[in-house]
């Protein structure tokens, strides 16, 4: 039995076994849109997990995607580039994955390792647009870098990612010409890419056929979403930050979604949970604090209301009495709350 956990159908298998028929059509758009028919060899290549339930839901998943798209099922291993860009970065080459010392060449120190996994994330992040010299260069490095430094690093780069049998997809994937640089998007797909496409379909489904319908894909890319964006990359935070707000956005509007559907179905202790965890990424959202309210109202945890309230002001540095204060949606929200309880 092999290690798939770098299989990025393995993402997709929670949806392609939904009890739901509308989401597992939806799941096989996604899959299939994104991957064509390495969607197909990447589940195949899950057959041969270590985990009994991850073969089960392979199994299941590959009848679902040949019944609803007549596509016929290949016999052949996973054999792309995964890359977790949400959270710490991890790279899956096949079924191999990229471990931290495999960064670090053996005639480099802490540095040279951090350009060499630098370029690459930077190279991922720009995706189909690649990227000039200079911009790398300000990029990884904080300025002009000499033609030296950056030959030695899109050599030890391509060390690092090319294993025995990966040469020929590394050099397809790593493009230079002239000053431009690029790693071919259509070479690797990333959670990211996938975070998204999920919560896009989340966000159509909830227009055409209610939040009912969307409520497992806003659940599906709220799991999804394990991190920020290339948070332990050196640098990250010049070039990422657009990229990070926009994920973390999506995520907190999926939060919000739920939560709702949740305090409607009184499921209190779900809407916390979910404002909770999103609150973890933005502690100044507003909708969510507000929900986490009146959530712990609905379950008499007082002491867990005023907790809340305070943690978003400190978060926001809004004055409760000032004229910001009055305006806030949270502090009227949490004076609601504690009237309603001092009349009752």
Known sequence: MNNTSGNPARLYLPLLNHAQAEVRQQACAILLGAHGQGALIALRGLLEDADPAVRQQARQGLHVIAAISGTEIAEQQFQGIYIECLGQLRVWIGGRQILPRDWMQPDSGRAGWRKVQGTFAYLVHRGRYGTCRTALGQAVWGGQVSATSLARTLTALRQTLAGSDDGPLIERALTISGEQLSFAADAYTTDARFFEQVFETACYTESEQGLDAAVPLYAQAMQLYAGTYMIDIAGSD???????????????????????????????????????????????????????????????????????????????????????????????????????????
Do not use: K
């Open 238 to 344: 010049e070039w990422a930050q657009r990229r990070r707000d926009h994920l973390s956005g999506n995520l907190i509007i999926a939060a919000e979604r739920l939560a709702e559907y949740a305090f409607a179905q009184q499921r209190y202790h779900r809407c916390v949970e979910v404002c909770r965890r999103a609150l973890e990424i933005d502690d100044t959202a507003e909708e969510l604090s507000n929900w986490l309210l009146r959530a712990y109202d609905r379950l008499n945890m007082r002491h867990e209301i005023a907790q809340a309230y305070h943690s978003y002001l400190r978060a926001t540095t809004v004055i409760p009495h000032g004229d910001e204060g009055r305006h806030n949606p949270v502090v009227r929200t949490y004076q609601e709350l504690l009237g309603t309880r001092d009349s009752g």
